[in-house]
């Protein structure tokens, strides 16, 4: 069975910095894509960048560039996504996908209040 | 802004079709892919491609596309087709993605 489990749930202060990750699981880790989407409460789906963890080659939505950082650690079939400083907008679901869509983790709800 | 489309709210009587839009400009040269979200749970791809459907999701899911409108139709809707949609696909660049702002179904 193909599937991307995601680390739990974050509770953050302002300026913390924080990393969840994604993990794959029943495919060849490195032919797929992995997407990063948030969505903040009550809103839509927003995508935030890509990886290829064939190459580690990112491409970012220009909404997140800069405030956001994708990597990826083949040995570990996981890819992660980064905040050096978060902030209380940062607040919301954050979903990892493959390329193809299918499947999509189950979410990492992220809060960040002081 | 999402430079894709979506009518907030549609609602379709059970048992009847209801068909979903996305516009952009963007859709005049690539496909998009649908994504159908229940309250609390992640999204599931419905249908990808020229009009794809994955493993288990029903064959009354069905995509077109013409000019810079995709849809997606749902012939026969069932109550349990009542969710939020999601159309996806390439931006103007071609290299970034985007998501449509999303349509609720109402299954009355």
């Known amino acids: 069975e193909v599937k991307l489990v995601q680390s739990g749930a974050e509770v953050k202060k302002p300026g913390e910095s924080l990393r969840i990750s994604c993990q794959g699981s029943?495919?060849?880790?490195?032919?797929?894509?992995i997407v990063w989407v948030r969505q903040m409460p009550g809103k839509g789906l927003e995508w935030m960048g890509r990886?290829?963890?064939?190459?580690?080659?990112?491409y970012y939505s220009p909404s997140f560039q800069g405030h956001v950082t994708i990597s990826v650690d083949k040995s570990l079939s996981t890819a992660y996504l980064h905040w050096s400083s978060l902030k209380a907008s940062d607040t919301a679901m954050y979903y990892c996908?493959?390329?193809?869509?299918?499947?999509w983790g189950q979410g990492t709800l992220v809060t960040v209040s002081s | 802004s999402s430079e894709l489309t979506q009518d907030p709210a549609v609602s379709v009587a059970l048992g009847q079709t209801v068909r979903i839009t996305c516009q952009g400009d963007?859709?005049?040269?690539?496909?998009a892919s649908w994504y159908q979200q229940k309250p609390g749970q992640a999204p599931v791809l419905v249908i990808y491609?020229?009009?794809n459907r994955p493993s288990g999701i029903p064959d009354r899911f069905s995509g077109s596309s013409s000019g810079s409108t995709a849809s997606l139709t749902i012939t026969g809707a069932q109550a349990e087709d009542e969710a939020d949609y999601y159309c996806?696909?390439?931006?103007?660049?071609?290299?970034?993605?985007?998501f449509g702002g999303g349509t609720k179904l109402s299954v009355l």
């Open positions: 491609g020229r009009n």
């Open positions: 029943g495919y060849s880790f490195t032919t797929y894509m």
């Open positions: 996908t493959r390329g193809s869509g299918d499947p």
């Open positions: 996806n696909s390439r931006d103007s660049s071609g290299i970034i993605w985007v």
């Open positions: 963007s859709l005049r040269g690539y496909y």
């Open positions: 990886i290829d963890p064939s190459d580690s080659y990112t």
